[in-house]
């Protein structure tokens, strides 16, 4: 491990991959990988901001979702990136905390859409007559701003507390970003208390959502079930089938870290799992529950096509 100045007030995070050959070839294969989720996100964010025909609930929570993944990759992957490049690893007190905030906060504030999402399509397929009164504008602009809400509230307390508790070990963050477990092994103090606050804050915004999700979609399987189409009930499988693959890679690695035991985890482990949500959910998401969608590729061609006319 590098050698940094104790006495310094500022992080150092020491990133992702090895100074090596091998860690230059990791992280050459993670730049498409960020360009093809800011691309998809920010795509799809103007999308179903230009297109009339898109301004529906589904598409509405859709576009939260893309904003939240657009920010989640620029909050953590540039750092880390600079890091990489130009070895310039340190990150100020303020600056830590402020990543640890944005990531906190889109962290509570997704999984909550997540839920929100699978609550739109089980409204939607089991109760279809009732669903324009059910899932109106209002109901969904609740949604998104109770997601947003809960998620800066739980973070704010969150950050509070790191950057008010004593570190008076090494100041290298072993992870590529503001990591709140990887901060508390730098902690001078007993954290004990405040990991049951984590733990808490997990079963709260990660394992009751992801219960709520698979309560939803349960639902919407029953009701397909019943579909006389065989082709219909296909189709509705597999994007259900698409929809919980996506879900599971956000969810599974989020509780893994935060609800297992801290004396039996290890950073590479923590680097590991944190790849599948930086990383791989914001390019997935927008291919499984949008991109192969025909409303958004109709959408894209419209609004293509008005740009070319000039009439955007």
Sequence with gaps: MENYNENSTDFFLL?????????????????????????GNLCMVLLILLDAQLYTPMYFLLSQLSLMDLIYICT???????????????????????QSFFFATLAGSEGLILMSMSYDRYMAICFPLHYPTL?????????????????????????VY???????????????????????TLACMDTRVYEYTVF????????????????SYGQVLLAVYHIRSREGRKKAYSTCSAHLTVVTFYYAPFAYTYLHPKSFQSPAEDKVLAVFYIFLTPVLNPVIYSLRNKEV???????????????L
């Design 15 to 39: 990133g992702l991959f090895p100074p090596s050959s091998l860690g230059l070839f990791l992280f050459t294969l993670t730049v498409p990988i960020f360009l093809m989720a800011l691309a």
């Design 76 to 98: 953590t992957v540039p750092k880390m990136a600079s890091g990489f490049l130009f070895g310039n690893k340190s990150i100020s007190f303020i600056g830590c905390g402020v």
């Design 135 to 159: 899932m109106n504008r209002k109901v969904c602009v609740l949604m998104i701003l109770g997601s947003w809400t809960m998620g800066v509230i739980n973070s704010f307390a969150h950050t």
């Design 162 to 184: 790191i950057l008010h508790i004593p570190y008076c070990r090494s100041r290298a963050i072993n992870h590529f970003f503001c990591h709140v477990p990887s901060m508390l």
């Design 200 to 215: 808490i804050s997990t079963i709260v915004f990660l394992v009751f959502p992801f219960l709520g999700i698979l309560c």
């Design 297 to 311: 590729l109709g959408a894209l061609g419209r609004v293509t096509q008005r740009i070319y006319s000039g009439k």
